[in-house]
Structure formats: C-alpha cells, structure tokens
C-alpha cells in the first residue's frame, strides 16, 4: 500500500503523524443533538505508528450527548426525539466526503480535473453523505487514499513550479517554505513548527536518495493523506459556556458548505486577520455564493433532499418501461438540474417557486415522457411551461416521481413516506417488530388504491398508513416513470388525497399540482427545508433538536414575505451561532 520509504522514522508532527492515514474512528466527539450512531470501521494504523488518530493529549475532547432523550408524540403516532436541552450540538471532526476530497486535491495542485481515482462510496445517513457519524476510513479507503496521493504527487509535472529554488538557497530552507505555504492550505490553518520540521525532515531523508523534485512530490504525498487534510476539524475552544469555532475552522466549515472545497486565499487570509466575525462571515458567505461552484453545492443539497443522488443508477421493469433508457435518466436528472439553477440562481430563488413553477426544460427525449410536442426540439434542453393540470414544481418531475417508485409500478407508500417525512420533517414510527409484511403483487384489473386502501383498514398497519397512503394515492396521476396519466389498467385514476396532523395544510386535495401548491404555502414545509440545508450543512440530525427547529423557525419567519429564498436561507444559517458555536456541556 506505501512506499517502503513511508516506513522510515520521521518526527511527529504535533497531533498526527505527517505519514498516517486518517483513522477510522468515529468522527464524533459527542454525538450532535439528535444524531445517530454511525459503525466505525476497524481500525487503519500507520506504517510506524499505533494509530493515526489525532493526539488526544493534544486534542480537546468533549463529551458525549446525554442518553435518554425524551420522545415528543404528534398525532398520528409519529415520533420526534428531542434533546432535553437547547444549546449548540457538539464538536465534531468530519471526514471529507469523495467529493470533497477530490476538489481539494485539484485545488490545492491546480490540477485540470478532479482526480478519477476509485474511492469508497460513502455511508448515508439521512439521505446524506456528509453526516460526521456516518463517515469513517476503512483499510479499503485508507489504501485509496495512500494511492490517489502517491499518483498525483508523482505526476506532478514540475514540483520546483510549486516549490521554487534557486541555486543560491539551500534545499532544506526551500522545502521549509513550500511545506509552510502547502501545508497551511491542505491543513486549512498554518502548520505548528513541529508539523514543518516534520516536512522538512522528510524531505531532506529523500534528498541523498534522488533530487529536489522527488522530496518536494513526498510532502505532497504526505499531505494529501493526512488526518489534517481529511477531516475537517469543528472542536472550537473554551468561551464561557461554549465553544467558539476558530476563524480557520470558520474558514473550512464555510468553504465546503457554499464550494464544496478548501478555503481560498482570500478566504485564508480572512480566517489568519482573525476577519470572521458574524459580519464579515456573511460577506464571505456572498462572495462564495456568487462563485460557479455554489451552484453545484446547492444542487447537492437539492439531490441528497430529494433522494435524487443515484437516480442514474436506477433500474425499473423494462417489459413494463421500455421506453426507460439510460439517455432518459439523464434526460429526467438534467431537467431537475436545469430547473433548480434557473430557479436558484437566475430566477427569485424561493423555495415557493421550487414547488410550484410550471416552467421547466425539456429536449426531444425527454419531452414524450411529458407528452410535449417534439416539435423543433433537438438534444439541446429548451425551456417549456408545462401544463397547469399536470405539473407544478419539483415534486411532480419525472426524476422525483420516478426515484419514489416501485420498478414495475408507482408506489404510493413510498412517496407518502418521502412527502411527510422529507417535506415535512415528521419522522415515522417504524413498523412492529412482529409485523409480517407482504408485497401487493400487480393486478391488471384494479388501481393502486384498490390495491393499496387495506393498509389503512389493518389496525397494525393503520397508525403509519393512515398518514401515508392518502398523500401517496394523491400522486397516482404519475406512473413509475413519472409519467401523467388518468387511467390505471383501464379505470380512471382516483388522485384525491388528505392531508393530516400537519400545522397549517390540514385538508383535501386532488392531484400532485394540488399537493405541490399546498406544500409551497406551508410554513411547516419551509420549516422542513431549512432544517435539511441545516442538516446538510451541519452534517448531523437537525430534526430532534429544539435548537435547531427554533434556528430553522427563525430564518423562515424572517424570509417568508420574500418566499423564503434559498440563497439567503444558506446565508441565514451562516450567521446562526449554530454555525460558529459548539456546545460545552460536561
């Protein structure tokens, strides 16, 4: 897995060893409110070292969350656990996500492209694959690490354009230098002397071996596996009753939210002038958001809420869909991308018009699935207002109705289940134990609903399916594949549904537009969207905490005349304290 020249004896370099791979510890140091556990893989040890955790002599450790949590009840036997106390969660140290660490390494080397590397496929938590509890190294990532950073650093075409040297300086003191410099932008913080010397040393135990290059291509090396560079670091320190995050930790947590990589020069400048007050966080969040790179943050947390990450890998009944080929996923997936960014970014960017909105975009292979005349349309996406009866909104998109969905058939549990629990942030009870569930197989001679009405009528079935079933019966206009339709194996489709134990649209309604409009007048389902972007943010459970709903409450309440915008909902939860604080509960 490493050069053998990984094995010989360097310095420490503060924490952590400059030559380990990130452990895999669990990234938690004390469960965020509301979060859940995540399996740590077993451990990965460097070559010389015992373990490639961060020092806990020199780490602040925090303690955990308290057990116990009191269960608040809605109606309709949900449940909602929720700390007992308000405050801000706990220190975390999160692991890069495979995106992430990808648009570090371009960046931090200029590389033309992100590294295609293979790498682990993260775990989901929430839907997400940024959660702090979920993320560990395994022996199987560790190794990827140690390869894609022994690749790029030996391709680096001249180490001496990242390190310069003239024949006049001694090599020790250039490699000194680059190390300071490198090592400050992959560790998002200046480097302790100690961590330098360590640089150096390895460096200069290169040197007699071969040339100036090759040790400057083993720092690189080094760095690009460290636990410095790939885990980002949330501990803060001691203010009072709190912790406050350093101006660098600031720096880091703002830079992959808004770019999905690390700090840029002006934003490590800002962090080292100790220049990220409140204030000065929101000018920076700005300046981010109006780089190109938000728009594909945002469109990540629009996916990961959506479920809609692996929709190209989905496979549906092709004796049922033929017409579904790999060109029309993309189609579906493109559409969704298009219409997010001309809502987001070059529309009023309200969460109102991502739910309701006719306008949207089609190309000749996707525009059947719509029923849109071809027309003039061609491979080239075009933008088309959709038909009020029909479409309103992401909810109603092919790519949403589709991902909820059986591979043979619609499936009406399935999106009730996406609505109450994605849309509205009221999680479910899970099924009793002893529950024996048995698949409704397809019947060519009745509806969904028919099919579906007895989970309703079961007593052990009921206290759920009552909540879900008559949202998901009221998206039966849309097939498997998202397509509209008014008859189901020869009867008319019955798309009347309910709405039941919410805050503000209890009701009747009839079809997904109805449905969509509802949701984009609700104050709860606003609620529901900033704790998501909380939870993508934050990566941890937002949903149980009393601190983070009343945040979420906070920032849509003051956004609401304006639709609650989703660019300035990002920039609301910069300034929050839950962004700069974390909790120093004993």
């Not at 942030?425 to 009745?446: E, F, H, S």
């Amino acid at each position: 897995m490493h050069d053998r020249r990984f094995s010989k004896p360097v310095p420490q370099v503060g924490a952590i060893l400059l030559l380990s791979l990130a452990a895999s510890c669990s990234t938690n140091i004390g469960s965020g409110s509301g979060s859940r556990s995540g399996s740590p893989a077993p451990g990965v040890k460097a070559p010389g070292s015992t373990s490639t955790n961060p020092d806990p002599a020199t780490t602040p450790t925090l303690p955990e969350a308290v057990p116990g949590t009191p269960v608040v009840t809605p109606p309709g036997a949900m449940q909602i656990p929720v700390t007992p106390a308000t405050g801000p969660a706990r220190g975390v140290l999160r692991l890069l996500t495979n995106a992430e660490y990808r648009s570090t390494v371009q960046d931090l080397l200029g590389l033309e492209a992100l590294p295609a590397d293979p790498l682990q496929l993260e775990s989901r938590s929430d839907g997400y694959n940024n959660f702090s509890d979920a993320l560990t190294v395994s022996p199987t990532l560790s190794g990827q690490y140690a390869a894609l950073a022994k690749r790029v650093a030996q391709e680096i075409p001249d180490p001496t354009a990242l390190a310069p040297c003239t024949p006049a300086s001694a090599p020790t003191d250039c490699a000194l230098s680059f190390a300071r410099d490198f090592g400050k932008r992959a560790f998002r913080r200046p480097l302790t002397d100690a961590e330098a010397q360590a640089a150096v040393a390895l460096f200069s135990g290169e040197l007699p071996r071969t040339n100036y290059a090759a040790g400057i291509r083993l720092i690189v090396q080094a760095f690009l596996q460290s636990p410095y560079l790939l885990y980002r670091f949330e501990l803060g320190t001691p203010a009072g009753p709190t912790r406050l995050l350093s101006p660098f930790e600031v720096a880091t947590e703002l830079s992959y939210m808004l770019s999905g990589s690390t700090p840029d020069t002006e934003l490590l400048a800002a962090a080292e002038a100790n220049s990220l007050s409140p204030t000065l966080v929101e000018v920076q969040a700005r300046r981010l958001l109006a780089t190109p790179r938000a728009r594909d943050s945002v469109l990540s947390l629009m996916q990961q809420w959506l479920h809609l990450q692996g929709i190209n890998s989905l496979s549906k009944d092709p004796a049922v869909y033929p017409e579904l080929t790999p060109e029309l996923w993309s189609a579906m997936a493109e559409e969704t991308t298009r219409f997010v960014n001309a809502v987001v970014w070059d529309g009023d960017g309200s969460l109102r018009s991502l739910m309701s909105s006719q306008d949207s975009f089609m190309n000749a292979t996707l525009a059947p699935l719509y029923g849109v005349p071809v027309g003039k349309l061609g491979a080239d996406f075009m933008p088309q207002r959709l038909p009020l009866a029909e479409r309103a909104g992401l909810l109603t998109q092919a790519s949403v109705m589709a991902v909820h969905a059986k591979p043979n058939e619609s499936n009406p549990i399935t999106r009730g289940k996406f609505v109450r629990e994605r849309l509205l942030c009221q999680p479910l009870l899970p099924p009793p134990p002893n529950l024996m569930v048995q698949p409704l197989k397809a019947d060519p001679t009745r509806t969904a609903r028919e099919r579906f009405v007895a989970h309703s009528s079961n007593p052990a079935c009921a206290g759920c399916h009552t909540l879900i079933d008559p949202l998901g019966l009221g998206l039966e206009n849309y097939d498997g594949i998202g397509r509209f339709r008014s008859r189901e194996n020869g009867k008319p489709v019955d798309a009347t549904g309910n709405f039941a134990s919410t805050r503000d649209i209890d009701g009747p309604f009839a079809g997904g537009v109805a449905m969509a409009q509802k949701l984009a007048a609700s104050t709860e389902a606003a609620d529901c969207f900033a704790l998501e972007a909380m939870q993508w943010t934050f990566g941890r459970a937002t949903l149980g905490s009393t601190t983070d709903r009343a945040i979420a409450t906070s920032i849509t309440t003051k956004l609401a005349p304006n639709g609650v915008n989703v660019r300035e909902l990002l920039v609301e939860i910069t300034k929050s304290d839950a962004f700069t604080q974390r909790s120093a509960q004993p």
